[in-house]
């Protein structure tokens, strides 16, 4: 099984506090990657490392045979990592189909272009494709009602047809259940397993172990910045260093 994503070394600091300590992380293709550890452990500042958000201090980041230090985060974007944040960043004003034409049109024209929005005859493409995606996470029946009024669970759908129409290789979820209700956790696992089921790479960080134990087959567990074991799910849950950072030994 190959490499998709190869973090070694990587050390971050802010001011005194080291955040990342000497990370060595390895993604391999096909596969969903837990990313679990107590509040303050450095799995958002992790993220930000892949995504270009931040420069560590050492240490490289390697996607797809590439180093993507120093890259900018859209460019990496480019070289296929999407992210989908804890909090959907979607426009609420908006309605469905016109956030899902965002990423296609910004994906066609190389940049979202504001002057082409509003031209029918620059959409019909974008349309066809739009319906694809949103119709894949069962939203084509609500293309027109405003985002604002939608459920966590529905603007999670919306944001992952948005990142899918990027094509990514790799897939960064950030606490994608964060907030939800559990049937919109369920519906969200569900989503997730049907993506991962396509062959897409998925990296989760996520509190929730219901849905780290539904989604991935590898774990790595980070605590103060460093990467403590790495492990098939049933190694993890057993395993005492992962006991012993979660509240100094209570069940994960
Ligand atoms: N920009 C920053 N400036 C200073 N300190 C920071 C910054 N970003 C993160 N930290 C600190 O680095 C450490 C790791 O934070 P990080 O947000 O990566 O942890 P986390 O594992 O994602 O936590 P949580 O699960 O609570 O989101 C924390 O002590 C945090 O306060």
Not at 72 to 82: D, R, V
Not at 122 to 144: C, F, P
Not at 188 to 200: E, F, N, P, V
Not at 226 to 235: A, D, K, Q, S
Request: proline share 4%.
């Amino acid at each position: 099984m190959s490499t998709l994503l190869e973090i070694s070394g990587v050390n971050k600091s802010f001011g005194g506090l080291q955040a990342l300590d000497d990370v060595n992380l390895k993604v391999n293709e096909g596969t969903v990657h837990a990313i679990i550890g107590p509040n303050g452990a450095g799995k958002s500042t992790l993220l930000n490392a892949i995504i270009g958000k931040l420069v560590p201090d050492t240490g490289s980041v390697m996607f797809n045979g590439q180093d993507m230090i120093g890259v900018q985060p859209h460019q990496i974007n480019q070289h296929g990592i999407s992210r989908v944040f804890q909090t959907p960043e979607i426009f609420g004003e908006l309605t469905i189909l016109e956030n899902m034409m965002i990423p296609l049109l910004a994906h066609r024209d190389g940049a979202f272009k504001p002057t082409l929005w509003a031209r029918s005859d620059a959409q019909a493409d974008i349309l066809e494709k739009a319906e694809h995606y949103l119709a894949d996470v069962n939203l084509w029946g609500k293309k027109d009602v405003h985002s604002a009024s939608l459920s966590r669970g529905d603007k999670r759908r919306l944001e992952l047809a948005m990142c899918l129409s990027q094509d990514p290789k790799l897939l960064l979820l950030d606490e994608p259940t964060a907030g939800m209700a559990r049937a919109d956790t369920n519906n969200t696992i569900d989503l997730l397993q049907t993506i991962a089921s396509r062959g897409i790479t998925m990296a989760i960080i996520e509190h929730d172990m219901h849905v780290v134990f539904s989604l991935s087959q590898r774990i790595s567990v980070l605590a103060q910045g460093h990467v403590i074991c790495e492990g098939m799910p049933e190694e993890i849950k057993t395993d005492p260093r992962v006991r012993e950072a979660y509240l100094g030994g209570a069940e994960v």
